[in-house]
């Protein structure tokens, strides 16, 4: 299941219970979470200090960059607290990230929740300053010339999305790709229901959401392998506002999860569906179990474990003996149908009323 808030829930609840010890304690453990992140976390009884490296699929600009985080990033995490937290170079092996922990340092009050909860956002941090970056880093040529071109971000492999600078609005372009019909039947009731609440005044303040079955113009020119989907294209206009202040860490993460948020709805009115029907076969089984059912002049109840199957096999008699019946009326029918039209091809035999005479040769 896909976790859609900044700070990781395992992770947040793993060092609390370290900082909660009476004594250091012995901790070794993999945290893997939705979207190919991992976080291990180290901890001995023997030194006071907890390390914990972090394995996060980095967003890139339509090809895969280095392993390595940049300087802003690293300067943003230490900024989380630089007495509690210690960036270890070089990270451990498989991870682009370790972090070496002094929970001794920090104050036994709320204080002391607050930074163990941005520690367990760093994944987040990591991610939004990077897509924070790529928007502010826009090609300088295509401006200068007019030209907005679109900047393919990906951070699964198979699910881009992409990002257009405006000169009044930034515009967040998603292609959707599902595997069932059902899901793309669900998904596009759902991107509509967010056109129609975008537009009403209660909701003016958030992203204009559209959606279109057909790319929109600004990716004209795309790969068509990345412009080929079956739900269509989501896009939303993000204006100044929506980036002023603390609003852009909110609306960026938005960003970064819409794809999970997408899949996390779909897969739970699908649930929601499935229930409702197996509730709604539950309570006409219940009905036909209360009926009586008239077999060869007795009189018998359908109950326990084989009800419904002898429910099912009544069900299928009755449709048997409807369908025969229905064959032979259409049969009779035809037959009659033949009886007519020959009654009408006999040749009649026609009497006359008056009388004729022989005539003879003279």
């Known amino acids: 299941m896909a976790s859609f808030e900044r700070a990781s829930p395992a992770l947040k609840e793993t060092l609390l219970r370290i900082y909660n010890a009476e004594k250091p304690i012995e901790v070794d453990h993999h945290l893997y979470e939705f979207g190919s992140v991992e976080y291990y976390i180290k901890s001995s009884a023997s030194e006071p200090f907890t390390y914990l490296s972090i394995s996060t699929p980095l967003l890139s600009q339509g090809v895969f960059l280095s392993c390595r985080l940049s300087p802003c990033t690293l300067k943003m995490i230490r900024e989380i607290s630089s007495d509690v937290l210690d960036i270890v170079e070089p ?94 039947i669900i998904a596009t009731s759902f991107f509509q229901e967010l056109m129609d609440v975008g537009s009403s005044g209660k909701w003016s303040k958030i992203p204009p959401c559209n959606w279109s079955p057909i790319p929109p113009p600004e990716l004209r020119g795309e790969p068509f392998e990345d412009l080929s989907t079956n739900g269509g294209f989501v896009s939303f206009d993000i204006s100044s506002h929506h980036v002023e202040g603390k609003r852009l860490d909110k609306t960026v993460w938005s960003l970064l999860n819409f794809y999970g948020y997408v899949k996390h709805h779909v897969k739970c009115t699908r649930g929601f569906i499935q229930r409702r029907m197996r509730r709604r076969m539950d309570s006409l089984v219940q009905v036909l179990e209360k009926s009586m059912i008239e077999d060869n002049g007795e009189i018998k109840n359908v109950k326990g474990k084989s009800g419904w199957k002898k429910v099912k096999k009544w069900m299928r008699l009755t449709s048997k003996s409807k369908m025969m019946k229905r064959r032979y009326h259409d049969f009779t029918k035809k037959i009659k149908g033949i009886r007519f039209r020959r009654r009408w091809l006999t040749i009649a035999c026609l009497s006359s009323s008056m009388g004729y005479t022989k005539l003879r040769k003279h």
């Open 91 to 184: 990270p451990t092996d498989g991870y682009q990230l370790t972090l070496r922990l002094d929970f001794s340092k920090l104050p036994h009050n709320k204080e002391s929740l607050k930074v163990i909860t941005e520690v367990s956002s760093v994944q987040a941090v990591i991610l939004s300053s990077q897509l924070k970056k790529l928007l502010q880093n826009v090609n300088s040529w295509d401006i200068s010339q007019g030209m907005y071109k679109p900047i393919k971000l990906i951070y699964h492999p198979r699910e881009p999305f992409y990002v257009i600078r405006q000169p009044q609005k930034i515009v967040a372009v998603f292609p959707m790709r599902f595997k069932d019909h059902s899901d793309v």
